[in-house]
């Protein structure tokens, strides 16, 4: 039996148990902080953190992971919220938007994103933002072929991707500057 059939079986047995408890223990790291909660095992993450959490930049666009409106950052990959089990957020590092800025600045990609006119209504940003987040973590000065491919994933029916792909070229000197800084 391979690695992914083993792995999966596992996690079928976990779910199946959780399943017949229906209850959840949920213990993980959100934007930064400590989180310890009770939740219904069959929650996606998305459901989590919208309407139990109350964390609102996370979008639910499609629902079927098609879209990334609800991209979030686990453990420093960009994963769709909407295809994800709360559960599996069990002992993990998220990031939500929210976590992006701090109080009163705004991120040096979120800062980008405006000078450059990367947003218009809005729906699609926060995917894109935490999309671009996870890339410049991984690669600090990517190429444009690796920006694209980055947001490839995040759909955006009005700003237009040229802008996108610029404000996140601009976002990479930002956040070299704010890593040397820390």
Do not use: W
Request: hydrophobic share 40%; proline share 3%.
């Amino acid at each position: 039996m391979d690695f992914r059939c083993s792995t999966l079986n596992a996690f079928a047995l976990l779910l199946n148990n959780i399943m017949k408890n229906n209850s959840y223990h949920l213990c993980f790291a959100l934007n930064g902080d400590e989180k310890s909660l009770e939740i219904n095992p069959g929650i996606s993450a998305l459901e989590l953190l919208r309407d139990v959490l109350d964390l609102k930049g996370t979008k639910e666009g499609c629902g079927i992971g098609e879209c990334g409106a609800c991209t979030i950052v686990v453990d420093g990959q960009a994963v769709n919220a909407c295809l994800m089990f709360a559960a599996q957020l069990d002992g993990r590092q998220v990031m939500t938007v929210e976590g992006l800025s701090g109080q009163d600045d705004l991120h040096p990609i979120q800062q980008s994103f405006a000078e450059q006119h990367a947003v218009q209504c809005g729906f699609c940003t926060p995917g894109v933002l935490m999309s671009t987040h996870a890339l410049l973590e991984e690669k600090p000065n990517p190429s444009r072929a690796e920006i694209v491919k980055a947001v490839a994933g995040n759909l955006c029916r009005c700003t237009g991707y040229q802008s996108i792909v610029a404000g996140i070229e601009s976002a990479v000197g930002g956040c070299q500057r704010e890593k040397n800084e820390d």
